[in-house]
């Protein structure tokens, strides 16, 4: 099977754990910088190129960085008009990038979630701290990753400037609860295939409550309970996502979603649950790819 990687960098581990992944298993692998392709868009011949050559393949892995979520997202849409298969869909990536969707999706589909606001005008500040259940609070920008434009409010005060300085910028941001029992750790699961493939803990650095690793925060094997497994296979399906990394909160009244990644780094995960995520993953290409494709649904949402 002739597999493409859509990255950026073929040294970052998740990237290079893939390809050694898709090597041990017999297949032929290449690592392509997405911002790189370049594409023809026809009803007839749909193409896509790089440096020249016309790109060809069995199944795509899209390894997408936030920032470059619209033209990534466009080179996958492609190669779904060209009948290849793509370890995550255009729709499901776009659906879990957009925080304020992903969160309304989730709802609609049962999910636990903190309880999150959202509004427009700074007239409708207050009450939506009290919505939230006051301070403290946290502060997300819709457009952050990994932890950036994330701020803690922990005073009333705090919150409304916050809130007025965001709106100041015309920045979007949702309101949410703070999980004060969470004590600074998330749960990690990793679905693939509608199966939770390995989980971790990670815990926030002293002083900080964003459990990110790249903030520093820690990561170890946790066992995870039949609820947290079922929440995050249900957030998954949700999105539409065959691989997710999805990000629990222990809460008093039952895990909650804080997020949905469709591009779930490897290394953390890995090292910690020993694991092998990178070669699930490629085991469920391989069938997942050999099965008819489905009706085209690029573009269509529910």
Do not use: W
């Not at 492609?78 to 298969?85: H, L």
């Amino acid at each position: 099977m002739k597999i493409l990687i859509l990255s950026r960098n073929p040294k970052l581990y998740s990237t290079h754990a893939l390809v050694a992944a898709a090597e041990k298993r017999g297949h032929e692998v290449r690592v392509v910088d997405y911002l790189r392709c370049y594409m023809n868009i026809t009803s007839r011949k749909p193409r896509i190129y790089v440096d020249g050559e016309e790109l060809i393949a069995d199944a795509v892995i899209p390894r997408i960085a936030a920032r470059h979520t619209f033209y990534g997202n466009a080179v996958v849409r492609q190669f779904e008009m060209m009948g290849v298969f793509t370890l995550n869909d255009s729709v499901a990536i776009a659906r879990s990038r957009d925080k304020l969707r992903s969160m309304q999706i989730l709802a609609r589909k049962g999910v636990g979630l903190p309880v999150t606001g959202f509004a427009h005008h700074t007239d409708a500040t207050r009450e939506l701290i009290k919505m939230c259940g006051g301070a403290p609070l946290v502060i997300k920008l819709l457009e952050g990753t990994q932890g950036v434009g994330v701020v803690l409010a922990e005073t009333t005060n705090a919150a409304e400037s916050v809130i007025e300085a965001f709106k100041d910028l015309n920045a979007n941001i949702l309101v949410q609860e703070f999980i004060k029992e969470a004590g600074g750790a998330d749960i990690r699961c990793v679905v693939v295939g509608g199966k939770v493939v390995a989980s971790m803990k990670r815990q926030a650095a002293e002083g900080e409550f964003r459990s990110n690793l790249h903030r520093g925060g820690s990561a170890e094997k946790v066992k995870i309970s039949p609820d947290e497994r079922a929440v995050a296979i249900l957030a998954a399906k949700a999105m539409g996502l065959n691989v997710a990394g999805v990000d629990l909160l222990r809460s008093n009244h039952g895990p909650v979603v804080m997020e949905v990644n469709s591009s779930p780094g490897l290394e953390g995960i890995e090292q910690s649950s020993k694991k092998d995520v990178a070669g699930g993953i490629i085991e469920f290409i391989e069938k997942a790819a050999a099965k008819p494709p489905k009706s085209a649904k690029a573009g269509t949402d529910k």
